[in-house]
């Protein structure tokens, strides 16, 4: 029976002298982040389009190819014979004038440079060109005509060489979204922390250069505003370095995985909005959890593959707004406080693998993580008896629940 659980699981061992629990459930989770379509198709009848935006729109859709094979290409529906207005992905403001363009995934390939008809839609205020291909294009110096932007995405769209330094001169950004521009080159970041007070959003995860600058991403009182800060696989080593947290009371998702950051402050733990904290895999990165109090934000406390250490505080309980935590492969130690398995009835992902937790399992029940789909606690060094999980998560199947038993017992 026992290698029921090695069939199902590839070389996941069983026979180890650790308590090896995996359970894994049918249901995925939710999606947390619903993502923001913004494919607005226009109230036509109230709004006609100005000759002149129409124009530069059209010249932009002859002067790149758009894939025949993409069918949902906003572009399809942009003729002379409509309104702009009405164009799918194409906003306007009451006088006509073209204000937000969303080409995101439109299939999309060619060169945009500064003399690319979009920069003469002077109003633009939303512009997102994400997932396209316009290699080998580099960011045009003429994105500084449209000093109206407020949103600027140009995720994975294939752009590189430098950032333009004009770009900082957007002082109006609210969200700029650079994301896996994989050949940008190694862009400073520092001007950013110094001209953008509005900014909110900051994604540059992927970026395959060094970015320099980034430290004082931490410390600018310019930034007050940042709400996420996404730096995931960007090539940053050393310290987090944060001289004054007040700058950063705002700061609501942190994601810095994937990097090499050898010191993460422990008070940043406790900023008073975090609700996503994502260290993963900065191998060199150690500390300890810090004591949680019971106003923290946190929803999402994710620190796999890390040096972390030490033990669970009991005052994990007071995060109950906690849905997922993923501490596994780190160095944890210790038993798993009572307030964990009673407290955080939210908990939908729970992974406490390969550490060296010890100490007996809640023998009587986890009935009060109603919500879990996923609970893994494979590879540490528990006694006891196995939990009853019989009145939690309906998803769990008994299979999974027979072979668990039969070799734990
Ligand atoms: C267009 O806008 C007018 C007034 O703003 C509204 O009454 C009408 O229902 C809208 N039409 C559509 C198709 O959204
Ligand atoms: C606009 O022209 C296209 C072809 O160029 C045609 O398929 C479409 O039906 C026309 N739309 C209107 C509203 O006349
Ligand atoms: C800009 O790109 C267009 C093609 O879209 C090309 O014809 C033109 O020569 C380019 N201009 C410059 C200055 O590179
Ligand atoms: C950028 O656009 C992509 C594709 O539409 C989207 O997935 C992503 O969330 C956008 N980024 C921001 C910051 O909104
Ligand atoms: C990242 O950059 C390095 C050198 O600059 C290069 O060798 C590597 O192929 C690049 N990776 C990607 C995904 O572009
Ligand atoms: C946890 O379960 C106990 C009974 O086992 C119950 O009294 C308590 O209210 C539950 N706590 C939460 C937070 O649901
Ligand atoms: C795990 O903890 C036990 C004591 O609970 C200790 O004897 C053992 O050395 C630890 N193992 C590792 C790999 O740290
Ligand atoms: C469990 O941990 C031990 C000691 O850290 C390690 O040697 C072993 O490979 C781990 N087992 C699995 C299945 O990861």
Not at 12 to 21: D, E, I, P, T, V
Not at 178 to 192: D, R, T, Y
Not at 253 to 276: A, G, K, Y
Not at 280 to 292: Q, V
Request: glycine share 4%.
């Amino acid at each position: 029976m026992a290698c029921l659980a090695q069939f199902f699981y590839g070389n996941y061992s069983c026979n180890s002298q650790y308590w090896s629990l995996l359970l894994f459930f049918i249901s995925f989770l939710n999606q947390l982040i619903s993502s923001s379509s913004s494919s607005s198709t226009s109230n036509s009848t109230h709004k006609a389009c100005l000759r002149d935006q129409s124009s530069a729109l059209l010249q932009f859709k002859s002067s790149i190819t758009i894939d025949e094979y993409i069918a949902h290409s906003n572009l399809w529906s942009w003729e002379t014979n409509t309104s702009c207005c009405s164009w799918q992905g194409v906003t306007c403001n009451g006088y006509g004038f073209v204000i937000g363009l969303d080409a995101s995934e439109s299939g999309l390939s060619g060169m945009i440079n500064s003399s690319t008809s979009l920069f003469k839609l002077r109003r633009l205020e939303k512009l997102n060109l994400a997932y396209n291909e316009f290699s080998p294009s580099s960011i045009p110096t003429a994105i500084i005509q449209l000093h109206s932007l407020t949103h600027l995405n140009l995720s994975s769209s294939g752009f590189s060489a430098q950032v333009p330094i004009e770009i900082y001169q957007l002082t109006s950004l609210v969200s700029l979204d650079f994301s896996f521009l994989h050949g940008l080159e190694s862009p400073n970041i520092e001007p950013l922390s110094k001209n953008m007070p509005s900014l909110r959003e900051l994604r540059l995860d992927g970026l395959n250069a060094s970015i320099s600058g980034w430290q004082q991403l931490f410390s600018s009182p310019k930034l007050h505003n940042l709400q996420v800060l996404s730096l995931s696989n960007c090539q940053l080593y050393g310290s987090v370095m944060s001289s004054s947290l007040s700058s950063l009371s705002s700061l609501s998702v942190l994601v810095l995985s994937m990097n090499d950051i050898t010191h993460f402050p422990i008070e940043m733990f406790s900023l008073p909005n975090l609700q996503v904290l994502d260290l993963t895999a900065n191998y060199r990165l150690a500390g300890s959890l810090p004591e949680f109090q019971s106003s923290s934000a946190l929803r999402e406390l994710v620190l796999p593959r890390t040096k972390f250490s030490g033990t669970i505080p009991s005052s994990i309980g007071n995060l109950k707004r906690l849905t997922k935590l993923d501490l596994s492969q780190c160095e944890f130690y210790g038993s798993i406080p009572f307030s964990l398995w009673h407290n955080l009835d939210q908990l939908m992902f729970l992974d406490l693998g390969h550490n060296n937790f010890s100490g007996e399992l809640p023998s009587d029940s986890l009935s009060n993580l109603s919500r879990l789909v996923k609970l893994l606690l494979w590879n540490n060094s528990f006694s006891g008896r196995l939990p009853s999980i019989k009145s939690s998560s309906r998803t769990i199947t008994q299979f999974h629940l027979r072979c668990l038993l039969s070799y734990l017992h």
